[in-house]
């Protein structure tokens, strides 16, 4: 396979999962009180959101780099 298929493919499953997916969340611990044994966390929940349009222009620019691999053989 060449190098261009390879990233044609990639990109479409990124756009693929970008879709379907529209934000991608992620959990922060932060340390409060460390006294010895006693210990207090606290969990922040935070979301980056993606833009659908970045998810869309990934799944296009794959399929052209798969039409364009395609016509040069």
Do not use: C, H, Q, W
């Amino acid at each position: 396979m060449k190098a261009t298929t390879l990233v044609g493919i990639l990109l479409i499953i990124l756009g693929i999962v970008g879709l379907a997916y529209p934000r991608i969340t992620y959990t922060t611990r932060e340390k409060i009180v460390d006294l010895g044994p006693i210990e207090a966390t606290k969990e922040t929940k935070k979301a980056v959101p993606l833009p659908p349009v970045l998810g869309g222009l990934s799944l296009a620019g794959g399929m052209i780099l798969l039409v364009a691999a395609g016509k040069s053989r």
